[in-house]
C-alpha cells in the first residue's frame, strides 16, 4: 500500500500560471480532502469530496478548482496562481462511517511557490 | 463553527523530562473527537492520539497523553520520558462526530486545526 500519494513535492510558479496538484490514494476511501498550511495557521481546508462525483468548499476555497476523477484521484487545480497561494498543500484521505472516528491519512505535501 | 487555539508556538523540554501543550476549542457540538498530529521535519502528518468526547477517561498512547476538560474545553498532550524523535510540530485538531451528512454538510469528515506548537528537545 502506498496509501496517499501527491505529485509533484515541489513546484515554482510564476503569478499567473496554471497548475494542477495531483493526489492518489489506493486504500479504498470514500472522502478525500485538499488542505493548505501556512506559518502560525495550521492547516485550512480548501476543497474536499465524500464520495466520487462530489465536492465541496472548505474554508479558503477561492482561487482553487478541484476534479473528483474517480474514487482513487482527487486534483487541485491553481488556474490563475497569485503569491498568496505559495504554501504546502496536503491531500488526505479518510473512510466514511457514521458514529466512527474515520482516521485522515495525509500524503507527503506539495511545497508550492508563487513569484 | 468551531475553532482550535495553540497558545504556545513554541516549547521547549530537556530529553527524559515532561511537556505539555495545551489547546483550547469552541464548539456547540456535544460529540466530536479530538486529535493530536505529530508533523516532523519531513512534513507527513502523523496521528498521535485521539480523544472521543462522550469518553470521560483521558487516551494514552505509550508515552503520549491527554488531559481532556470538557466543560472548559480543553484538551492538552503530555509527552512523558521525551526523546529526540519527539521534537516536530504537533497540532491540535477538532472533527465533528456527526458522520456523513448530505452533500455540502459543514460536518463532512473535515478537520479543523489549531496554529501548531512547535516542540524542541534538547540533549
Known amino acids: 500500500n502506498a496509501g496517499v500519494t501527491q505529485t509533484p513535492k515541489f513546484q515554482v510558479l510564476k503569478t499567473g500560471q496554471s497548475m494542477t496538484l495531483q493526489c492518489a490514494q489506493d486504500?479504498?476511501?470514500?472522502?478525500m480532502y485538499w488542505y493548505r498550511q501556512d506559518p502560525g495557521m495550521g492547516l485550512r481546508l480548501i476543497y474536499y469530496?465524500?464520495?466520487?462525483?462530489?465536492?465541496d468548499k472548505g474554508e479558503v476555497p477561492n482561487g482553487y478548482n478541484v476534479s473528483r476523477l474517480n474514487k482513487r484521484e482527487f486534483s487541485l487545480r491553481l488556474e490563475s496562481a497569485a503569491p498568496s497561494q505559495t504554501s504546502v498543500y496536503f491531500c488526505?484521505?479518510?473512510?466514511?462511517?457514521?458514529?466512527?472516528?474515520?482516521?485522515?491519512?495525509f500524503g507527503p505535501g506539495t511545497r508550492l511557490t508563487v513569484l | 463553527a468551531q475553532t482550535v487555539t495553540q497558545s504556545q508556538p513554541e516549547m521547549s523540554v530537556q530529553e527524559a523530562e515532561t511537556v505539555t501543550l495545551s489547546c483550547t476549542y469552541d464548539?456547540?457540538?456535544?460529540?466530536?473527537?479530538l486529535f493530536w498530529y505529530k508533523q516532523p521535519p519531513s512534513r507527513q502528518m502523523i496521528l498521535v492520539i485521539r480523544?472521543?468526547?462522550?469518553?470521560?477517561q483521558n487516551a494514552t498512547e505509550n508515552r503520549f497523553s491527554v488531559n481532556f476538560q470538557k466543560a472548559a474545553k480543553s484538551f492538552s498532550l503530555k509527552i512523558s520520558d521525551s526523546q529526540l524523535g519527539d521534537a516536530a510540530m504537533y497540532f491540535c485538531?477538532?472533527?465533528?462526530?456527526?458522520?456523513?451528512?448530505?452533500?455540502?454538510?459543514?460536518?463532512?469528515?473535515?478537520?479543523?486545526f489549531g496554529q501548531g506548537t512547535i516542540l524542541t528537545v534538547h540533549p
Open positions: 480523544q472521543e468526547a462522550y469518553k470521560q
Open positions: 486504500m479504498n476511501h470514500n472522502s
Open positions: 485538531a477538532y472533527r465533528s462526530a456527526g458522520g456523513p451528512s448530505n452533500a455540502g454538510g459543514t460536518s463532512y469528515g473535515k478537520l479543523t
Open positions: 488526505a484521505s479518510s473512510k466514511t462511517r457514521t458514529g466512527v472516528w474515520n482516521e485522515q491519512f
Open positions: 469530496s465524500a464520495s466520487e462525483g462530489t465536492t
Open positions: 464548539t456547540s457540538e456535544s460529540d466530536y473527537y
